[in-house]
């Protein structure tokens, strides 16, 4: 199994900053994900990620806000720009489990904008 | 699209007992695989289940079973002697198609009484 990791694992931000949070796995992998979990909500895919190319976004989420980097196959950064308090949520990230359509998930981050 | 629907908010049972998770889906895809996994208070999203579309017979892991009706696009997670520990929100999810993206519930929380 995959061993992923994030940082930070929670933050408390002021409105109007940034934050970039860390994913790590242990292993190469050619696609993560990234969903957001809002309050008492389920998870929803924010964008997919794939080292060389551009992060593929879904509905409702834009690059402006959401900018991803993937520059290996066992790192990603996601970062949350301009944050309101409608961005308080658990960030996760996630990487395939090799043949098997399941996913691995990392442990979260929390995040409280003020 | 594909769509994922638990109706059961909140259930609770007793220590010992069992209990069933209730999730529907609706898809269009013929290969596919359907999903639970568990998230405690600690956040960490944990696998507990998963079966694919393909094969008739019912997943189980230990105390855990589906009763996956295909045709009904129904796909219950049942808990025997349930536990303390298995406290915790239950999301359903399907997997399917090209992408590896998962498509979440809305989740149970389900809490084990002593």
């Known amino acids: 199994s995959a061993v992923i990791s994030q940082k930070p694992s929670r933050d408390i931000c002021q409105r109007g900053t940034s934050l970039t949070i860390q994913c790590q796995v242990d292993?190469?992998?050619?696609?993560m994900f990234w969903y957001r979990q809002q309050p008492g909500q389920s998870l929803t895919l924010i964008a997919t990620?794939?080292?060389?190319?551009?992060?593929?976004?879904e509905s409702g989420f834009v690059i402006d806000k959401f900018p991803i980097s993937r520059p290996n196959l066992t790192f990603s950064t996601l970062t949350v720009s301009n944050m309101s308090p409608e961005d308080s949520s658990i960030y996760l990230c996630?990487?395939?489990?090799?043949?098997?359509?399941?996913?691995?998930f990392g442990p979260g981050t929390r995040l409280t904008v003020l | 699209a594909q769509t994922v629907t638990q109706s059961q908010p909140e259930m609770s049972v007793q220590e010992a007992e069992t209990v069933t998770l209730s999730c529907t889906y609706d898809?269009?895809?013929?290969?596919?695989?359907l999903l639970w996994y568990k998230q405690p208070p600690s956040r960490q999203m944990i696998l507990v289940i998963r079966?694919?579309?393909?094969?008739?017979q019912n997943a189980t892991e230990n105390r855990f079973s589906v009763n996956f009706q295909k045709a009904a696009k129904s796909f219950s997670l049942k808990i025997s002697d349930s536990q303390l520990g298995d406290t915790a929100m239950y999301f359903c999810a399907f997997s399917g198609g090209a992408t590896n993206k998962l498509i979440f519930g809305t989740g149970t929380l389900l809490a084990v009484q002593p």
């Open positions: 898809t269009s895809e013929s290969n596919y695989y």
């Open positions: 079966q694919e579309a393909y094969k008739q």
């Open positions: 996630s990487v395939p489990r090799a043949g098997q359509d399941t996913q691995y």
């Open positions: 292993s190469q992998v050619t696609m």
């Open positions: 990620a794939n080292q060389g190319s551009e992060a593929t976004y």
